[in-house]
């Protein structure tokens, strides 16, 4: 063997190594930017991390209610006139099962109708939803939440929104966003 085809030989294997570790890296960022990811984890649209509007109203007992009462709890929000229409129910229906999905963490978890008239709720139906927070309150502050009165949202215990889904929402979909979020979350 000659200097030249050691020297060659050697160039080789230096280069043969460099490809080796540089490739790795090079196919990680073209498989990055040119075939990003399309799927997220959660179900519910992701809203931006402000502090929720703080709605105010009376409750059923008469009680004044303000939403920022139940902070220290993740509190599922849905507002709807009290004539409930299927849509409304289904919003009603999906918050109480996905709260209860959660087995012995949906004590963190709060429910809260915003009825937006003057009208009272059947007693059916609230017998149907024991422990659902029912709050009068008029149309403008309901439609103030981030997808007004056509979502169910999520506010978090510390007072922010969070998700928000349609109102009539796949349940199991929807309580493993509220799974993982407790899971996550310590505080609430």
């Given amino acids: 063997m000659t200097v030249a085809t050691s020297a060659r030989s050697g160039r080789r294997t230096i280069l043969l190594v460099a490809l080796a570790v540089i490739a790795p890296v090079v196919l990680a960022y073209a498989a990055y ?37 139940t902070r220290g709890r993740w509190t599922l929000v849905v507002a709807a006139p009290a004539a409930c ?63 007004g009165m056509g979502a169910i949202h999520l506010v978090d215990p510390l007072g922010n929104q969070v998700l928000a889904w349609p109102r009539d929402p796949d349940i199991k979909r929807l309580a493993g966003d509220l799974a993982r979020l407790l899971k996550a979350s310590r505080i609430g």
């Fill in 85 to 147: 229409d299927a849509g409304c129910a289904s919003a009603l229906y999906a918050m109480r099962q996905a709260r209860t999905i959660q087995g012995r963490e949906m004590d963190r978890v709060e429910r809260v109708w915003l009825v937006t008239d003057a009208r009272a709720p059947s007693a059916a139906l609230l017998a149907e939803h024991a422990g659902l927070i029912v709050v009068r309150t008029d149309a403008a502050a309901a439609s103030s939440l981030p997808r």
């Fill in 33 to 69: 930017y040119l075939f990003p990811p399309g799927t997220f984890t959660n179900y519910g649209e992701l809203l931006p991390t402000v502090p929720m509007t703080d709605v105010a109203g009376v409750r059923a007992d008469g009680a004044a209610f303000r939403l920022s009462q």
